[in-house]
């Protein structure tokens, strides 16, 4: 059975360095263990992990230390990384085996131990890092560690980030915090925070090491991964669903059409409202279900289709807690939606990177083989300075949305630059 570590593709160094931090973190359990007997109490137990963890420097070697940063491009691993080695630090045999209670409820997403945090909107509040500061603070209820898993920690506000810090600053003996960002860059993690934090770096994946995962985990055909590999340029959950979603394909197909429909203003701007629209539909029919289960639960447990005085009275009162959820909720389709966009711009952005080079006759694969031909005709007529604006131009659409511009503006800039030129 493959270990904690099998599904992070194409970072060897990464899980080296991992595995030897798991290593040390599960050493000092055992010294502690020896240490203190049977019938110890558990703050010996807090003072010795303290001791031997403490607040190791970002920079030391292959110990263990009680906050990480995971950083890399989209689709480079940077929550799988975070969640295997929270199952090695609380695998029962120290390794991360893949099989043990320990290593299989964290990836499950039900240890007691592990607490996971997903933004559902545009941002992490500081309520929400108050409480989770808190919850972590205690003792580990399996006599392991306390860990914390934040996935997009560029998206905690300025409160949210100065109240994980003083945890990080002063943290409980055996608590790990473990962050994810696309960088260290001060605008994705404020420099106080990374000063305290080791650095995992990892890279994009090379789309052979993508492919083989598709084909030994997935069972995908060979030549279906290798083009879904190319295809989703190393974004590892973006080629499996290429690969096994017919309706994605369908997506990114059209997305490759654009370049074809620029012929003039108004087809510049139609082709901005297809876009949109599609992330819109998109984003809508990954979240509807989730939408609908959850107000259905709070109805239900707010007294929905009960009878008499009581049940009438807190339907009343529940008005409030409805709302909040339909604020969370159209927050989480806004994050969506900018999500099944930015998805459009890489594919875009990926057939310009096409056209600059064999505009410049340069030695390496496409990303989108089937749009090959295409790109081709648009290197002989645009030059590769043509085809390197159309590029920046839609990098640039990209930049835009993450400084929120308006979607629809940015979007629609861009379609009239890739029209000009």
Excluded at 62 to 86: E, K, N, Q, Y
Excluded at 141 to 170: F, H, M, P, Y
Excluded at 342 to 352: E, N, S, T, W
Aim: include cysteine; glycine fraction near 8%; charge should be negative.
């Amino acid at each position: 059975m493959p270990d904690v570590f099998a599904d992070l593709v194409g970072q060897d160094e990464a899980v080296d360095t991992l595995r030897r931090a798991a290593t040390s973190a599960a050493a000092v359990l055992r010294a502690a263990h020896v240490a203190v007997p049977s019938t110890g109490e558990p703050d010996d137990l807090d003072a010795l992990a303290e001791e031997i963890v403490g607040e190791a420097p970002a920079e030391q070697g292959a110990g263990m230390t009680h906050a990480w940063i995971f950083t890399g491009p989209p689709g480079s691993g940077r929550s799988v990384a975070a969640r295997a080695f929270a199952a090695a630090l609380q695998c029962e045999y120290g390794t991360g085996c893949g099989h043990c209670p320990g290593c299989h409820t964290t990836l499950t997403g039900t240890h007691a131990d592990v607490r996971l945090v997903v933004p559902e909107g545009l941002s992490i509040g500081v309520g929400e890092m108050r409480a989770l500061v808190l919850r972590a603070a205690s003792t580990p209820s399996g006599g392991r560690w306390q860990v914390v898993v934040i996935e997009d920690a560029d998206r905690l506000t300025e409160a949210a980030g100065n109240a994980l810090l003083k945890a990080i600053e002063e943290p409980p003996p055996r608590t790990v915090f473990l962050l994810c960002a696309p960088s260290t860059h001060p605008d994705d993690v404020s420099v106080t925070i990374r000063s305290r934090c080791r650095v995992v770096p990892l890279r994009q994946p090379p789309p052979a090491a993508v492919a083989e995962v598709l084909v030994r985990r997935d069972g995908v055909e060979p030549d279906v991964a290798a083009w879904a590999a190319a295809a989703a340029q190393g974004h590892v959950g973006r080629a499996r669903r290429l690969a096994r979603d017919p309706e994605a394909r369908r997506r990114r197909d059209a997305v490759l059409a654009v370049p074809r429909r620029l012929t003039g203003v108004g087809a510049a701007l139609d082709a901005a409202s297809a876009l949109i629209e599609a992330a819109e539909a998109e984003a809508e029919a990954s979240v509807v279900e989730t939408d609908a289960a959850e107000r259905a639960a709070l109805q239900t447990a707010l007294g929905a289709g009960g009878t008499g005085r009581g049940a009438a009275g807190a339907m009343r009162g529940a008005a409030g807690q409805l709302k909040d959820l339909e604020k969370r909720q159209k927050s989480r389709a806004t994050r969506a939606q900018r999500d099944a966009l930015d998805r459009a711009l890489v594919d875009l952005a990926g057939f310009y990177r096409d056209a600059l080079t064999m505009a410049l006759r340069a030695p390496v694969a496409p990303v989108h083989t089937d749009t090959a031909e295409m790109a081709e005709a648009g290197a002989r007529k645009w030059d590769a300075e043509g085809a390197l604006r159309r590029l920046e131009a839609v990098l640039g659409c990209r930049a835009a949305i993450e400084a929120n511009v308006k979607p629809r503006i940015a979007v629609e800039a861009m379609m009239l630059a890739l029209w000009k030129g």
